[in-house]
């Protein structure tokens, strides 16, 4: 594990994407994407994995419970709004509540100390791997909060700075998450020690301040010499502007149709299908009466199994972009046993007959007789006599 000396330390595998053919910086990567920077204050269980949703980091060796952060709520306040300052270029948002479990987000936790994770005292924050192009985009960091907050009984304008400096160490700690590495002077964010000023992610390239050689050289020389880093290039490229989004991701269920019938206890692949107009969206499945949940970890995958059993179901697809729109689609799904085929009951005697020429000389001349039958009764008015025995029937109707 290699450390940083002040602000952070970063650990795990180097991986290079080698993009061949690339013309222009910009071309080097898909449309940008969006994401969403979750500061959890509230402390909790961390285990070791890759999934932040899941409460997992891929630095963390076993399960242990992470300190909660000891500062006040105006102090967690301010450092929410620092970090959402820093980020304002770029299509990155900025929450205290925990995103939902589908929408992929970086973690960082907010509190504690670096002796926590057995780290040296003089660091500040920990992201566990520099993630080049944040191909992985459920990380978690760490922000040793109780160095700079370790109560809540301070003045304001000492609860003020330091609540500010925690803001600035999460988005550090995140920008290393999503593929960033030391670089600049004191007025870059990414420095190992920026200054006290107002420091942002610097416009142009920079020199980087390393330990070795670069961890994700090949994204660094899409934008610069090598050597160099462009912080706000890297991150305007992966995140886009910070304009709103305000397009819903579109979600069909492209099988089975609403209203499917199944057998009880038989196996139903789901086909859906998902988009938007930036990458970076989340999707599930679930069936509510049921409680059932299909979280995609992986949005490319356009088909879920399940088992169904007897009764009534709905299927619903929810797709949900950073900036909280929702697409969705339901449709209805009912397991049941086949249903035997009724016997036809003898039909009443009608008026009309519906004789054909092709049908034997028997049915014919009963179909004429009832027709006689029913057309006289039906025709004769009640005040007339009835009519000679013998006599013909009248009727004003056409014969078959």
Request: hydrophobic share 40%.
């Amino acid at each position: 594990m290699r450390r940083g000396r002040a602000w952070s330390s970063r650990s795990g595998l180097a991986v290079a994407w080698v993009l061949l053919g690339v013309g222009s910086p910009f071309e080097a990567l898909a449309a940008p994407r969006r994401t969403t920077v979750f500061l959890d204050f509230g402390g909790g269980p961390v285990g070791p994995g890759d999934d932040a949703s899941l409460g997992q980091a891929t630095c963390v060796g076993s399960e242990f419970l992470f300190p909660i952060f000891l500062g006040s709520e105006r102090a967690a306040d301010v450092a929410r709004d620092e970090a959402q300052r820093l980020v304002a270029p770029y299509g990155v948002r900025v929450v205290t509540q925990r995103p939902p479990p589908h929408l992929p987000y970086t973690h960082v936790r907010v509190g504690g100390a670096p002796e926590d994770l057995t780290l040296d005292s003089k660091l500040n924050g920990l992201a566990c791997q520099v993630d080049c192009d944040d191909r992985s985009p459920r990380d978690t960091v760490f922000t040793f909060a109780d160095k700079w907050l370790d109560t809540a009984a301070l003045t304001e304008l000492d609860e003020y700075e330091r609540a500010v400096q925690v803001g600035r160490i999460s988005i550090h700690e995140a920008a290393h998450a999503w593929g960033l590495e030391h670089a600049g002077a004191s007025e870059s964010l990414m420095a190992r020690f920026p200054s006290a000023g107002q420091p942002q992610f610097v416009v142009g390239c920079q020199p980087q301040d390393l330990d070795g050689e670069s961890e994700c050289p090949e994204v660094r020389t899409r934008y610069c010499p090598a050597g160099q880093q462009d912080a706000d290039a890297e991150l305007r490229a992966l995140f886009g502007d910070g304009v709103p989004d305000t397009v819903a991701p579109t979600a069909r269920i492209r099988w089975p149709p609403d209203g499917h019938v199944v057998e009880p206890g038989a196996t139903v692949t789901v086909e859906v299908e998902v988009a938007d107009d930036y990458e970076g969206f989340g999707w599930l499945l679930e069936v509510p009466q049921l409680d059932w949940q299909h979280i995609a970890r992986d949005v490319e995958q356009t088909e879920v199994s399940l088992v169904v059993p007897a009764g009534r179901w709905t299927l619903r697809l929810e797709a949900i972009d950073h900036d909280r729109n929702i697409g969705e689609a339901v449709v209805n799904l009912e397991a049941r046993s086949p249903e035997e085929v009724p016997v036809d009951e003898p039909l009443a005697p009608q008026s009309e007959c519906a004789c054909r020429s092709h049908g034997t000389a028997a049915t014919s001349w009963l179909c004429l007789w009832l027709w006689l039958v029913v057309g006289a009764g039906r025709r004769r008015p009640v005040s007339a006599p009835a009519p000679a025995p013998g006599s013909p029937a009248r009727t004003s109707g056409t014969g078959h």
